[in-house]
């Protein structure tokens, strides 16, 4: 079976796009704090969301929808509104994490799929066998800190599809749980849906050097002429005892291309690529690489190599823990 491709789209132009180049699987979220993308000029209404899934739908595609983060208390009704909504505009599957509100969907729209985020860090095949028993999620989204042999193990203990990512922006590996973000600006990615949101980005020169700072805190710091990276404070050059550099991640993107062929022989039913504030023009390039790689392991042939490099931030790349090369 082709393992599926499942694409990102933070905009109606970007989800059309993706379906032209050949994405299997659309993955989108409403313009609102219920998903982890919750950036200004970013996401869907409900009648884009509409007819986006039925433009995918005219094309053989599908759509997700994520809704992602974590409801706050006494405020329920945004996210729940949010699974009902999903089910009207004719979703093939909500992208879930709140085990709350993976049991109100479970019991108020049974017949809309559930699929387990990311976020919910589900890493062994006792938990998501849990999650698949209690609230019938039928996909996991794997954690960015497994290798292709653990992945393996997983799917020899489980019935659930696992969907793993392959390509993008990395965070620091801890789904669902990270606090970084928080701490500097006072909003959480997993409640408010926004990692380094831009109204608390700023940059100030400095004696030839340009600062880029998140909530008032120093992030990066580079001379003149030089590229100023976007303050994600994880990615963020820090200074500890006497090592300076990148003590949480280095500011590269993950590309598992190569690892295609192990993936599928582990057992992966899906291949997520990250990507939701990326132009219309990268998800189109990304999707056009990997569904000719995908293709060409179904066929048999040899897969293209060094499709991805100039896409990659930075034009750096890794494959994460995938080969489990720790710093």
Known sequence: MVMEIVCPAGTPASLRAAVKAGAHTIYCGFNDETNARNFPGLNFDRTEMREGIAFAHSHVSKVLIAINTFPRAGDEGVWHRAVADAESCGADAVILADPGLLDYAACNHPHLRRHL???????????????????????????????????????????????????????????????LSSYATGLSPNMNGVCSPASHVEYHEDNGALDARLGGYTIHRVGQNEPAPYPTLCKGCFGAKDTTGHLFEDPVSLNAEQLIPQLQ??????????????SRSYVAQVVRNFRAAVDALEAGQPMPEGMLARLSEGQAMTTGAYKKTWR
């Open 265 to 278: 022989k582990a057992g992966v039913t899906a291949l997520k690529i990250e990507g939701r504030q990326r």
């Open 117 to 179: 985020s990311v976020q919910a860090a589900a890493a062994n095949a006792d938990i998501i066998n849990y999650y698949a028993k209690v609230f019938d999620v039928k996909r996991v989204v794997l954690p960015r800190v497994l290798s292709v042999p653990e992945i393996s193990a997983i799917n020899a203990e489980t019935e659930v599809e696992t969907e793993v990512f392959v390509f993008g922006g990395l965070c620091v590996m801890a789904e669902g749980r990270c606090s």
